[in-house]
């Protein structure tokens, strides 16, 4: 994957166009994995939930990854199995994601500086 390619200590700094293309190319995977992520979360709600609207189930599902909480009542012990580990690992992945969004940002400002300050060894 040629785009994962970040240039190295020694080389220059990428061009803006490079820069904006990585942003764009990282933003949208980002937000592939949390869309999946939220449709996992959509038919777990609606399946065993259960939760009958699947606008309902995709609320509750939006809200727990954002980590704002719950909002329709579970009743059913495969649904509170489920809720409580989609709400576990929904902040993991809400990490993970804003992480990988960030990475080019946080590459291009460590460049800078490691250009900017030279190699003392």
């Known amino acids: 994957m040629a785009w994962l390619d970040y240039e190295r200590r020694n080389e220059p700094l990428a061009p803006v166009r490079v820069f904006i293309v990585r942003v ?39 809200m727990i990854s954002g980590g704002m909480g719950p909002v329709t009542p579970i009743s059913s012990k495969s649904g509170m199995w489920f809720a409580s580990i989609y709400a576990l690992l929904s902040g993991v992945v809400l990490i993970a994601a804003v992480g990988f969004f960030l990475t080019p940002l946080l590459h291009r400002v460590i460049h800078v500086f490691h250009l900017d300050g030279g190699d003392s060894s």
């Open 24 to 62: 764009l190319n990282h933003g949208g995977i980002a937000l592939v994995i949390l869309l999946v992520w939220c449709g996992l979360g959509t038919a777990g709600y609606h399946y065993w939930g259960p939760v009958p609207s699947w606008l309902d189930a995709f609320y509750n599902a939006a």
